[in-house]
Nanobody, 121 residues
Framework: QVQLVESGGGLVQAGGSLRLSCAAS????????MGWFRRAPGKERVFVAA????????TYAETVKGRFTISRDGAKNTVYLQMNRLEPEDTAVYYC??????????????WGQGTQVTVSS
């Protein structure tokens, strides 16, 4: 059974940093992409960043480019999201996801339970 467990959320002041972690288990993810999404209060869940497990290729939403960095550690089966220069607009529940490379994120992806990030002004 696939499990994705996020951690690292919390409260931080604007301009600060946080690192989210997503521990993945239950299968081999070499043919998967790992992603981070977020849902702000009253809004839909949106894409933040993704990395292909095998190649390491990264993609980012325009809103976080240059501030956030996604990475993975194969030895620990863990994906990270380093978030710098945080803004109040980054406040959201952040979700980790795993999806077969090339498949749409809204089609049978695996999801974590989410971790809250709150950025105060």
């Amino acid at each position: 059974q696939v499990q994705l467990v996020e951690s690292g959320g919390g409260l931080v002041q604007a301009g600060g940093s946080l690192r989210l972690s997503c521990a993945a288990s239950g299968r081999t993810f070499s043919r998967y992409a790992m992603g981070w999404f977020r849902r702000a209060p009253g809004k839909e869940r949106v894409f933040v960043a993704a990395v292909r497990w095998s190649s390491g290729r990264e993609t980012y939403a325009e809103t976080v480019k240059g501030r956030f960095t996604i990475s993975r550690d194969g030895a620990k089966n863990t994906v990270y999201l380093q978030m710098n220069r945080l803004e109040p607009e980054d406040t959201a529940v952040y979700y980790c996801a795993a999806q077969r490379t090339g498949a749409a994120w809204n089609t049978n992806a695996y999801w974590g339970q989410g971790t809250q990030v709150t950025v105060s002004s």
